[in-house]
């Protein structure tokens, strides 16, 4: 059964009231037994229990297995290594010319 807000015409006074769907709008106010006007409401939010109500419930399991791997967290890139100056290079080899074999 669904909660029914009304409005007094004459004193202002907003309330609900539970009523059947088949059931007649009241038609005065209980504090000042002025006219009062049945509004339109925002409805109630609807709880849905139990699996199957999202939509990532009916995803097949190839699909689940792709949305897993991109959830994952990327291992970073090694960073490249570091090239040897000119002078660094002339002093590293200059060891290496002397030696013999």
Same mark, same amino acid.
């Given at each position: 059964?669904? +909660? @029914?807000?009304?409005?007094? =015409?004459?004193?202002? $006074?907003?309330?609900?009231?539970?009523?059947?769907?088949?059931? *007649? &709008?009241l038609?005065?106010c &209980? $504090?000042?037994r002025g006219? *009062?006007?049945?509004?339109?409401?925002?409805g #109630?939010?609807l709880?849905?229990k139990?699996?199957?109500? @999202?939509? +990532?419930? @009916?995803?097949s /399991?190839? @699909?689940?297995?792709? =949305?897993?791997?991109?959830?994952? &967290?990327?291992?970073?890139a090694p =960073? &490249? /290594?570091?090239h #040897?100056?000119?002078?660094e290079?002339?002093a590293? +080899?200059?060891? *290496?010319k002397?030696k +013999? #074999?």
């Amino acid at each position: 059964m669904p +909660t @029914y807000e009304y409005e007094c =015409a004459k004193c202002g $006074e907003r309330f609900e009231k539970f009523q059947s769907i088949t059931a *007649v &709008p009241l038609k005065q106010c &209980p $504090e000042c037994r002025g006219r *009062v006007k049945r509004l339109l409401g925002t409805g #109630a939010g609807l709880l849905f229990k139990g699996s199957g109500f @999202y939509i +990532t419930d @009916y995803r097949s /399991e190839s @699909y689940r297995q792709g =949305a897993k791997a991109e959830s994952k &967290p990327h291992t970073p890139a090694p =960073a &490249p /290594e570091k090239h #040897a100056t000119g002078t660094e290079k002339k002093a590293a +080899t200059k060891g *290496v010319k002397g030696k +013999t #074999a």
